[in-house]
């Protein structure tokens, strides 16, 4: 068990180092506000259809539930959660499609015991994914002139978090969330059919920074019968995040036999210093769920997100709100079988509707999945509980009308949960 521990202390620490500076998506719609916003949530979560805002500790294992902090109250042994995710992803507009995969590290989180009803949290997820490429040719004349958008880079949120539970039925938490990352933006032009002309770019890079604050409630209706009925609200408040950066446009040669472009050749222009801000919108979820202990639980939520109110550079980019409809359960055959491994096993199945805050042509861009996954127990003792969860997310976003992107995604997440008693008071010295 201490090689274990030294392990995933190794682990984490490797994780946390990686974790802002991946490229994780390859979808034209993160080209929109600060990319593909990733929910908080682990995949015990996701398999669920990413039912959390009224979940505190389903099953005998805790739950770090970064959605709803006023979970944290729930929390009674040190807890440490990492995982990974592989997206598999394939975009079709007309009658061509391309196929993605990429891999990422989806969270590195730990919560704490303070006593016997609060309990604080702490760690690293990513918050947006930004990445796409694509090209588009227009006619000047007779002069075919390529335009090419790219993106790259990512936001990651790291927090520290608090709930304490008073008396039996209710429960208040918050985190302080601090947001960070950078976004590279480029805008291409180049004339494929002149070998001698000269090619030009249009560079933005940004440096993202600030602080976010969420806020939780929790009310436990029937805390001590068989069945359990749980209340949640969770929101987030409206926020403002400093950016730094610099822009440049410079020219190069490209080499459209060879698919090769050469280092710049002159700088057309160049500010090294670009500061502005930008305004994360708040958000509001309410969810419940109906629990028998270590049994089964069922719930739904709802999220709500103003992101109408999100501001760039002083730039109101178009956003519409949006807002995502979850609902789903896991059930556990027999948490104390002892002959039949599979009765411990928990399933899980849930699905997710999103309505996404693109809109183009009129058309609204939307998400749909169905979510299913298993909590696979590993073997413990009397202080320490393994277990190794799985959740597969099978959805669609996006629509082949008005010359669109429709994409069919698999996303695979893996996640391995550790409750430890780590701090045990010695009877003898």
């Given at each position: 068990?201490?090689?274990?521990?030294?392990?995933?202390?190794?682990?984490?620490?490797?994780?946390?180092?990686?974790?802002?500076?991946?490229?994780?998506?390859?979808?034209?719609?993160?080209?929109?506000?600060?990319?593909?916003?990733?929910?908080?949530?682990?995949?015990?979560?996701?398999?669920?259809?990413?039912?959390?805002?009224?979940?505190?500790?389903?099953?005998?294992?805790?739950?770090?539930?970064?959605?709803?902090?006023?979970?944290?109250?729930?929390?009674?042994?040190?807890?440490?959660?990492?995982?990974?995710?592989?997206?598999?992803?394939?975009?079709?507009?007309?009658?061509?499609?391309?196929?993605?995969?990429?891999?990422?590290?989806?969270?590195?989180?730990?919560?704490?015991?303070?006593?016997?009803?609060?309990?604080?949290?702490?760690?690293?997820?990513?918050?947006?994914?930004?990445?796409?490429?694509?090209?588009?040719?227009?006619?000047?004349?007779?002069?075919?002139?390529?335009?090419?958008?790219?993106?790259?880079?990512?936001?990651?949120?790291?927090?520290?978090?608090?709930?304490?539970?008073?008396?039996?039925?209710?429960?208040?938490?918050?985190?302080?969330?601090?947001?960070?990352?950078?976004?590279?933006?480029?805008?291409?032009?180049?004339?494929?059919?002149?070998?001698?002309?000269?090619?030009?770019?249009?560079?933005?890079?940004?440096?993202?920074?600030?602080?976010?604050?969420?806020?939780?409630?929790?009310?436990?209706?029937?805390?001590?019968?068989?069945?359990?009925?749980?209340?949640?609200?969770?929101?987030?408040?409206?926020?403002?995040?400093?950016?730094?950066?610099?822009?440049?446009?410079?020219?190069?040669?490209?080499?459209?036999?060879?698919?090769?472009?050469?280092?710049?050749?002159?700088?057309?222009?160049?500010?090294?210093?670009?500061?502005?801000?930008?305004?994360?919108?708040?958000?509001?979820?309410?969810?419940?769920?109906?629990?028998?202990?270590?049994?089964?639980?069922?719930?739904?939520?709802?999220?709500?997100?103003?992101?109408?109110?999100?501001?760039?550079?002083?730039?109101?980019?178009?956003?519409?709100?949006?807002?995502?409809?979850?609902?789903?359960?896991?059930?556990?055959?027999?948490?104390?079988?002892?002959?039949?491994?599979?009765?411990?096993?928990?399933?899980?199945?849930?699905?997710?509707?999103?309505?996404?805050?693109?809109?183009?042509?009129?058309?609204?861009?939307?998400?749909?999945?169905?979510?299913?996954?298993?909590?696979?127990?590993?073997p413990s003792n009397r202080f320490s509980f393994y277990k190794v969860n799985l959740s597969a997310e099978l959805g669609k976003r996006g629509t082949l009308s008005?010359?669109?992107?429709?994409?069919?995604?698999?996303?695979?997440?893996?996640?391995?949960?550790?409750?430890?008693?780590?701090?045990?008071?010695?009877?003898?010295?």
């Open positions: 068990m201490n090689k274990l521990k030294i392990v995933l202390f190794a682990l984490a620490v490797s994780f946390s180092l990686q974790l802002n500076a991946q490229n994780t998506t390859n979808s034209p719609y993160s080209q929109f506000g600060l990319g593909d916003i990733k929910p908080f949530l682990l995949p015990q979560n996701i398999s669920m259809g990413g039912l959390a805002i009224g979940i505190r500790k389903p099953g005998g294992y805790n739950n770090i539930n970064v959605a709803n902090p006023a979970s944290y109250s729930a929390i009674n042994l040190s807890s440490f959660d990492i995982g990974a995710t592989v997206d598999v992803r394939k975009m079709t507009k007309a009658t061509s499609s391309q196929k993605t995969t990429n891999g990422a590290l989806s969270h590195l989180l730990f919560a704490v015991p303070v006593s016997s009803k609060s309990a604080m949290s702490f760690g690293l997820m990513p918050y947006s994914d930004l990445g796409y490429r694509y090209r588009s040719q227009i006619l000047l004349d007779t002069i075919k002139v390529d335009q090419i958008y790219s993106g790259e880079g990512g936001l990651a949120r790291a927090h520290l978090g608090y709930a304490y539970q008073f008396g039996k039925h209710l429960s208040l938490g918050f985190n302080f969330a601090y947001i960070f990352g950078d976004l590279k933006l480029q805008k291409s032009t180049e004339l494929p059919e002149d070998a001698y002309a000269l090619s030009s770019r249009n560079q933005s890079d940004k440096n993202v920074g600030g602080l976010n604050y969420q806020y939780g409630v929790q009310y436990v209706v029937n805390p001590d019968a068989k069945r359990i009925l749980t209340f949640g609200y969770s929101g987030t408040v409206s926020s403002t995040l400093k950016t730094s950066g610099s822009e440049t446009s410079f020219r190069y040669a490209y080499n459209s036999l060879t698919l090769t472009e050469s280092a710049p050749i002159d700088t057309i222009f160049y500010n090294p210093s670009v500061e502005s801000r930008l305004t994360l919108p708040s958000s509001h979820g309410i969810g419940f769920s109906l629990e028998s202990p270590n049994q089964w639980v069922f719930g739904a939520d709802f999220t709500y997100t103003n992101w109408s109110k999100f501001v760039d550079s002083g730039n109101n980019p178009g956003l519409k709100d949006s807002y995502t409809f979850n609902v789903g359960g896991r059930y556990t055959p027999d948490y104390t079988a002892v002959s039949n491994y599979f009765k411990l096993i928990d399933y899980a199945l849930g699905f997710k509707y999103d309505r996404t805050y693109i809109n183009l042509s009129g058309r609204e861009i939307n998400q749909y999945a169905l979510c299913l996954g298993f909590g696979l127990p590993l008005s010359n669109l992107v429709r994409e069919n995604y698999i996303n695979l997440r893996l996640g391995f949960t550790l409750n430890d008693k780590w701090f045990i008071k010695a009877k003898y010295d």
